[in-house]
Structures are given as structure tokens and as C-alpha cells.
């Protein structure tokens, strides 16, 4: 807890201040733990730690004294969970459906040690698309209690940042708005863009290996062997073999005409 006050307006330059302060009527009276000095020297505020925060009223005293003159003391009756200032929801996550649109948005409540209930609290959800953070929220939304929220994704090819903050709904919690949280990215954005680079190089590596393969079949032969060619059918016959010429003597005459077929006489001489 920190505590910070002003100098009065004709407080002598060597006024000093202190500090106390009772959490509750059944409590001691405490003095300043760790005072915050200005550049004179002068405390101007108080740190506290481990601080209780009750649903009583605390109570606050700020003394002054000078060597010149009575310095008017200021105190001053505070509910302390009324000002207490909320951390974000902690634990933050978010899980998208591949198929539908829809994303679940997760968290835990701001821990404080005097309301551990959820419904407490409520939130504030603000998500923008990634690549415009600056822009107007895409999306906003207060819910009251609970530890989780559905977010129907307009775009399923964007990135998102989602960011969330806090403040009291009903007991003894603080009604003002706390901390926003660091912002939390999502979407698929970049599965997509990793999906597709995984697939061009796929493709690439099957043509590289099959250009390869058919090159060195050819060269060593295998590709004949895996794909034999078929044989040419065989020219008509035009003739005898003159394997024994000695034995065979062939005349052949055509007589040809437009009108006439081609007549083949052979003789063969035994």
C-alpha cells in the first residue's frame, strides 16, 4: 500500500511529516514503515507491505511538526478496498476451433485476499485484429463473474490480440476498473501461411526425387529394363532372301495402269 500527501500551503521549510494508521478499531495504531522523501529531505509519502484489507473503515493520520510553528494535522476514515487498485486476470488463454469459428477464452480471477469468489467480479474483454493494434477494438464485451467467454471469430484467417482487465461486481471489492493485462495473440494466421510453405516444399522435394530417378535410370539403363520398348511391326513382304542365290533366280515384272492392279509374277528356278 502506498500513501502519498502535499505540504500545506504555508508549512515552514522545516516541516516534517509522519504518518500512522489504523487498519481497524481492534488494531494498534501503526507508524510509517518505509518513508518517501522529496528532494528536501521532507517525507511526502508511506510505503506499507503486507497490508490487510478488512471490510471495516481504516484510519489515517498525518502529522506534522516545525520548530517555528503548530502544523495542522489531516486524518481521514478510508474503506481501503474502495481504492484498491486490481491487478489483471492472471492465467489468460485462448483455444480456437478449428472447424467452427468459435474461441474460448480462459482466465483466473485477480487474487486478493479478501474475496475469493468468482462471482465477485467482473471483466472487461477487449480484442483488436494484430495487424491494426492501434486501430478501434473489433470486439468488447463485460461479463460478470465466471472464468471463461466464447469469442465468435468474424475472420478465420486473422491474428488477434485480446487483452482483459478487471473490477469489482458485488461483496467487498474495488468498483473501479484495474490493470489491463499484456496483450495475449491468437488465430491461425500463421498455421495457414506454415501449412502452405509445408506443401510447396513437399511438391518441390516429389519433382526434385523424380527428375533424379529418371535420370540416372536412363543413364545406367534401368529405364529400359522397368519400360521395354515395344518392337516396330515388320515391313511387308517385298521379296525373296538372298541367303542362296545360287539356288533361286527371280523376275519380277508390273505392269501398271490407272485403271489396273499391280500383278506380281515370280518364277523360281529350282
Not at 117 to 131: L, R, S, W
Not at 216 to 244: E, H, M, N, V
Request: aromatic letters at 12%.
Amino acid at each position: 500500500m502506498n500513501c502519498t500527501w502535499q505540504a500545506g500551503r504555508d508549512a515552514p521549510g522545516d516541516t516534517q511529516y509522519f504518518l500512522y494508521w489504523q487498519n481497524s478499531r481492534y488494531d494498534n495504531v501503526m507508524e510509517c514503515e518505509l518513508y518517501i522523501k522529496d528532494e528536501n529531505g521532507r517525507n511526502m509519502g508511506c510505503r506499507f507491505q503486507n497490508v490487510r484489507i478488512d471490510i471495516e473503515k481504516a484510519y489515517f493520520l498525518v502529522n506534522g511538526s516545525s520548530k517555528g510553528s503548530l502544523i495542522q494535522f489531516y486524518d481521514k476514515y478510508i474503506q481501503l478496498y474502495k481504492i484498491e487498485k486490481l491487478m489483471p486476470p492472471s492465467n489468460i488463454a485462448v483455444h480456437c476451433e478449428e472447424i467452427k469459428n468459435d474461441c474460448i477464452i480462459q482466465w483466473q480471477r485477480p487474487q486478493i485476499n479478501h474475496s475469493n469468489k468468482d462471482k465477485c467480479f467482473k471483466y472487461e474483454i477487449n480484442i483488436k485484429y494484430k495487424d491494426s493494434p492501434e486501430g478501434n477494438p473489433k470486439y468488447t464485451s463485460i461479463q460478470e463473474g465466471g472464468n471463461s467467454h466464447v469469442f465468435q471469430r468474424s475472420n478465420t484467417r486473422k491474428k488477434y490480440y485480446l487483452k482483459m482487465r478487471a473490477a469489482g461486481s458485488t461483496c467487498f471489492v474495488s468498483p473501479a476498473w484495474g490493470e489491463w493485462s499484456a496483450p495475449i495473440e491468437f488465430g491461425n494466421e500463421d498455421i495457414i501461411s506454415f501449412s502452405v510453405w509445408i506443401l510447396l516444399v513437399v511438391a518441390v522435394a516429389t519433382l526434385l526425387v523424380s527428375s533424379i530417378t529418371i535420370l540416372f535410370c536412363k543413364r545406367t539403363g534401368y529405364w529400359k529394363a522397368a519400360f521395354p520398348q515395344i518392337p516396330q511391326p515388320k515391313k511387308s513382304f517385298c521379296g525373296l532372301p538372298d541367303t542362296y542365290p545360287e539356288l533361286m533366280e527371280s523376275k519380277i515384272q508390273s505392269i501398271t495402269s490407272e485403271n489396273e492392279e499391280i500383278i506380281l509374277i515370280a518364277d523360281v528356278v529350282k
